[in-house]
């Protein structure tokens, strides 16, 4: 079964500064996607980007972007620039992209970003 | 906002009691999944359902059932209810059921319902 782990229960970071955010997984498939998704206090999923396996580029989403390593299976997130609408848990999740194989999503435990003004 | 629609926005029961959750998938999505998110077990798959067929179960509980319907909107039913089951839980929505698919087959979720068992 597919796992993953979030080590950074809790990440702050100045407004304006750069901060990142760790994410391991475990599996045994070669093909997959994932995701990095943020819960503000509305508690509202956003997905906030996305990573294909089989593409070795990261993904690049405006402040937002990843380092994809896939012999190490890790898949960082880094904000730039951060602002106070940052602040939330972010949740980095796993999906199967096997034939057959479930669609459901894989969530690590969260780690909740503050930003200081 | 997502344009998937979930039913109540919040809920506080009794223990033993059942309740329905309701959701409504965004248009033209065919795929719904059912979430819970609790301090304890954090954000876990419950079931997936594609165009009318289970597809796909997780870590749900045996009092737990759902169905989706001929006009694709879903519900979570929760039976017997213990102290427990506090928790949010969220439907998603997704166009496809098909992991093979070469799109992220991007699943939106709802706002959640918070189920509160005293």
């Known amino acids: 079964a597919q796992t993953v782990t979030q080590s950074q229960p809790e990440m702050s970071v100045q407004e304006a500064e750069t901060v990142t955010l760790s994410c391991t997984y475990d599996?045994?498939?070669?093909?997959?996607?994932l995701f990095w998704y943020k819960q503000p206090p509305s508690r509202q999923m956003i997905l906030v980007i996305r990573q294909e396996a089989y593409k070795q580029q990261n993904a690049t989403e405006n402040r937002f972007s990843v380092n994809f390593q896939k012999a190490a299976k890790s898949f960082s997130l880094k904000i730039s620039d951060s602002q106070l609408g940052d602040a939330a848990m972010y949740f980095c999740a796993y999906r199967s992209a096997s034939q057959g194989g479930s669609e459901k999503l894989v969530f690590g435990k969260g780690t909740k970003l503050t930003v200081n003004p | 906002d997502s344009g998937v629609t979930q039913t109540p926005k919040h809920l506080i029961t009794a223990t033993g009691q059942r309740v329905t959750l309701r959701c409504s998938p965004r248009?033209?999505?065919?795929?719904v999944y059912w979430y819970q998110q609790s301090l304890d077990q954090g954000l876990q798959f419950l079931i997936h359902?594609?165009?009318?067929?289970?597809?796909a179960k997780g870590n749900i509980l045996e009092r737990f059932s759902a169905q989706q319907f001929p006009d694709l909107h879903s519900e979570l039913n929760l039976s017997s209810l213990e102290l427990g089951d506090s928790a949010l839980y969220f439907c998603?929505?997704?166009?496809?059921?098909?992991?093979?698919?070469?799109?992220?087959?991007?699943?939106?979720f709802g706002p959640g319902t918070r189920l509160t068992v005293l």
């Open positions: 359902y594609y165009n009318g067929e289970e597809r």
């Open positions: 998603a929505s997704s166009v496809s059921g098909l992991a093979a698919q070469s799109s992220y087959n991007e699943q939106f």
């Open positions: 599996t045994s498939e070669s093909d997959y996607y």
């Open positions: 248009s033209g999505d065919l795929s």
